[in-house]
């Protein structure tokens, strides 16, 4: 399949929706806004490949957003590209990477570079997966006698939503507000009759074929049927509402694309 404008724009439709953004920035001035906050009371950085969205997670914390840190991961199917990207990158390729829970990873990043002490962070290292970080983060602050009533989520910008969904699903006999702040969207263009990231920058996250690939599985999964991840189905997720135009850009780009779309 060649792709085309029409693509393009089919993609650019369900990337926002993935990268969920409750607040349009990253500031106190929004948080105040829109929850009537000056900070939320905990940040839980997820452990993802990207590492802009640990820089944007160290950039929030040092400037008040939050009044305590954690950082959530330990190894999964995809630490591995976290791995890769610390080994490429021109600054943080010094951090131990040997089979390592990536919270341990980002840990060193945050520290030995963005300016954090080790004190100021609240480690999760045994989580493998979405809800798993959302298990594993209430046993740890449970342990510490940590009771957050406004958590800021940053993760992986394409898993965004349903990591939110998740934190709801192991939480929802909280009394906990959740903020999700996806710290990047990262929209696509047609460049040279393939596509590409809008912004370059993005390129660090993944390649193309497995950005797509991500996105394609991210919709199936959000759906509250037998087949998804919501109450009717794993039960993994709460109820997500997913807009008409985005099923039915899904649904084409499955047809012209099924080789991305993941089971």
Known sequence: MQPNQHH?????LLIPFLAK????????????????????????LLGNSSL????????????GLAKELMICGGIGHSTHFLERNIRRHPVYNNVDVGGRPEADMLQDILVKYLGMQPGEIILENQSTNCGGNATEA???????????KTLLLLQDPVL???TQASFENVW????????????????????????AFANEAHSEFCGID?????????????????NGYGPRGSGFITAVE???????????????YPFFVRK
Do not use: C
Not at 8 to 12: A, E, H, M, Q
């Open 21 to 44: 953004r409750d607040i349009s920035s990253l500031t106190a001035q929004e948080l105040q806004a829109i929850y009537s906050i000056p900070q939320a009371d905990l940040l839980i």
């Open 172 to 195: 929802q006999q909280a009394e906990v507000q959740f903020i999700s702040y996806a710290a990047f969207v990262p929209l696509l263009q047609l460049k040279e009759g393939a596509f």
């Open 8 to 12: 393009v724009s089919l993609f650019n």
């Open 242 to 256: 997913i807009p008409a135009e985005v099923e039915a850009a899904y649904e084409e780009l499955a047809t012209l």
């Open 210 to 226: 497995r950005f797509l690939s991500l996105v394609m599985g991210e919709i199936p999964r959000l759906r509250n049927d037998a």
């Open 160 to 162: 965004q939503r349903r």
């Open 138 to 148: 209430r046993k740890v602050l449970e342990r510490l006698q940590k009771h957050p």
């Open 52 to 63: 802009y969205v640990a820089e944007q997670a160290a950039v929030a914390y040092r400037e």
